[in-house]
């Protein structure tokens, strides 16, 4: 990669950072045991373009340096690994790869089953004492997990098709 597409890159990547720590921090509703976000699609965006490892770095540095700046709770490892596992997701899924219905489904059905109703219920019980099977805590988590599901892939569709991944992918980023 030459020095213009690696500037290119570079100052695409913070832009999405910018818009996860944005979407995440400002632009969600937040409870204790839930959250809402739209943070999912420059984190979708990121895997598009850079692929599993980077989008994975991006998810991370997005999650360590949003908490340390606007953290509400206080920083817990256990949210930056599902960042990461996250980014990591959406860059095997969508990097070089033509965004499908089936395939996105797919994605967010796994970011969903893993992240939403195995870990973070995990890091809160852990963080909070909480039983990890409190039903008060499952049935608004199973409702959202339900709509988010459908909204992600939607918007994860309308963006992979409507923004013009490819010609970027191919102007600023590596080859290979």
């Excluded at 809402?36 to 989008?55: K, V």
């Excluded at 790869?97 to 890091?123: A, D, G, M, Y």
């Excluded at 988590?141 to 992918?169: D, E």
């Amino acid at each position: 990669m030459n020095k213009k597409n690696s500037i290119y890159a570079i100052s695409t990547m913070g832009l999405l950072v910018a818009m996860m720590i944005v979407l995440t921090n400002f632009l969600s509703i937040q409870t204790q045991f839930l959250r809402i976000s739209f943070d999912f699609i420059p984190r979708a965006i990121l895997g598009m373009l850079f692929g599993p490892l980077w989008s994975g770095i991006s998810s991370v540095v997005a999650d360590v340096v949003g908490t340390t700046l606007f953290g509400k709770a206080g920083f817990f490892i256990g949210f930056t690994l599902n960042a990461l596992i996250s980014g990591v997701l959406y860059g095997l899924f969508f990097y070089k790869k033509e965004i499908t219905l089936k395939n996105t489904f797919i994605c967010v059905l796994l970011n969903t089953l893993i992240i939403s109703l195995f870990l973070t219920p995990l890091w809160l019980s852990i963080m909070y004492h909480v039983p990890f099977f409190n039903m008060g805590l499952w049935i608004p988590r199973i409702i959202k997990a339900v709509a988010m599901l459908f909204i992600q892939t939607g918007s994860i569709m309308f963006f992979g098709k409507a923004l013009p991944l490819k010609m970027l992918a191919s102007r600023y980023m590596a080859k290979g």
